[in-house]
Nanobody, 127 residues
Framework: QVQLVESGGGLVQTGGSLRLSCAAS????????MAWFRQAPGKEREFVTA????????YYADSVKGRFTISRDNAKNTVYLQMNSLKPEDTAVYFC????????????????????WGQGTQLTVSS
């Protein structure tokens, strides 16, 4: 059982920055690969970024490469998403997710591969 709670969303202007946090419960946080997904109004949930169990490897959707950075602090049971150079198309509800399985590149980017989800936090980027 893992509980995930996102925080840090808000309203920012185009070009601005924001950092999201995802706090996880339990003693086995380091055994989960973690990811961020997002969902905009009227759209399907899409993959944003993921990080390996140790934090040594990261993965990014093409749309956020060079702008977003995922990191984790296993001692604090927390994963972060640093978002820079924000664009209006980044506007969405951002969800933190955890996966207990080793994944392929395809599964890593598929929402149904993940076992646990947070409630989401809203990011709005104004033009």
């Amino acid at each position: 059982q893992v509980q995930l709670v996102e925080s840090g969303g808000g309203l920012v202007q185009t070009g601005g920055s924001l950092r999201l946090s995802c706090a996880a419960s339990g003693r086995t946080f380091s055994s989960y690969a973690m990811a961020w997904f997002r969902q905009a109004p009227g759209k399907e949930r899409e993959f944003v970024t993921a990080i390996s169990r140790s934090g040594s490897t990261t993965y990014y959707a093409d749309s956020v490469k060079g702008r977003f950075t995922i990191s984790r602090d296993n001692a604090k049971n927390t994963v972060y998403l640093q978002m820079n150079s924000l664009k209006p198309e980044d506007t969405a509800v951002y969800f933190c997710a955890a996966d207990s399985d080793y994944t392929t590149a395809y599964a890593r980017r598929t929402a149904r591969s993940y076992d646990y989800w947070g409630q989401g936090t809203q990011l709005t980027v104004s033009s």
